[in-house]
């Protein structure tokens, strides 16, 4: 079920039943020399897609967004909001969708550099603007993050068991969705043993701190990782574990109660 295509006592009435709302973050920013610009809203569109489909009337989604936070891709390319601004915008289009009387929001995200001004939204909305709310959840996850993190990296065929940028993970996606856009004789991507125990700049693995460096620090074709190793059915594995722990999360999602304090 679409937000825009209801009119508003359509919405109005979805709002008084409870549903839940689905808002898909993206960006549009260089992916490689073998990716485009728009493929992490690719990505995370055809994953609110099929998660829709399965989901038919249990949940309502919003467009995909699909400006982000990338100003670490505009040495290379990008159309991006700063930090400060995404987390401004976030907070007037969630406030909207609050006003409409809904109170469980679910962001299902598809870009990295979304994840801290968009935790700062939700954090100013629910501690300050509406803390008087009890009932009101809003909940963020990026697909290849949190919500479905562990069971992609489950996934046998895959070299790379986490996703860095524009790497075998995400070309296998868009193999999957848009195979014309993909340019596999140029898919190469930075990988390297970096001499940390700490920090690991191609996102190989998890890092145990967090470093700000731009994108051109430490790619020359902007891309990380594997990305010749990618194939359309590891795409398909990929996009279809994803979807699948999305639906899970929104149908438990959708019987949250206020927590109570002991």
Known sequence: MQYGELTWPELR?????GKVVVFPTGSLEQ?????????????????????EAELGDAAIFLPMLWV????????????????????????????CIIAAGFRRIFMLNAHGGNEVPAMMAIQQLQL???????DLFIAFSSWFGGIARQQIAQIESLEQKFVTHAC??????????????VHMDLARGAHYTYPSEFWTPD???????????SFDQITQ????????????DKGEQILATATREVVRFVREFATWQPVQPN
């Not at 009435?13 to 039943?17: K, S």
């Not at 995400?170 to 014309?180: C, V």
């Not at 074709?221 to 359309?232: D, R, S």
């Open 68 to 95: 982000g936070a990338s100003h670490h891709h505009l040495p290379f390319a990008a159309v991006s909001l700063s930090a400060p601004l995404y987390t401004e915008v976030l907070k007037e289009m969630l406030s």
């Open 203 to 213: 996102a190989a693995g998890p890092s145990r701190v967090a470093v700000g460096v």
């Open 13 to 17: 009435a979805q709002a008084q039943a």
């Open 31 to 51: 992916h490689g020399h073998h990716l485009p610009l728009l493929t992490d809203s690719l990505i995370g569109g055809e994953i609110a897609r099929r998660a």
């Open 221 to 232: 074709t902007g891309a990380l990782g594997h990305p010749e190793l990618a194939t359309a």
């Open 168 to 181: 075998e993970l995400e070309t296998s996606a868009i193999l999957r969705i848009r195979p014309t856009l």
């Open 128 to 134: 300050q603007r509406y803390k008087e709310h009890p």
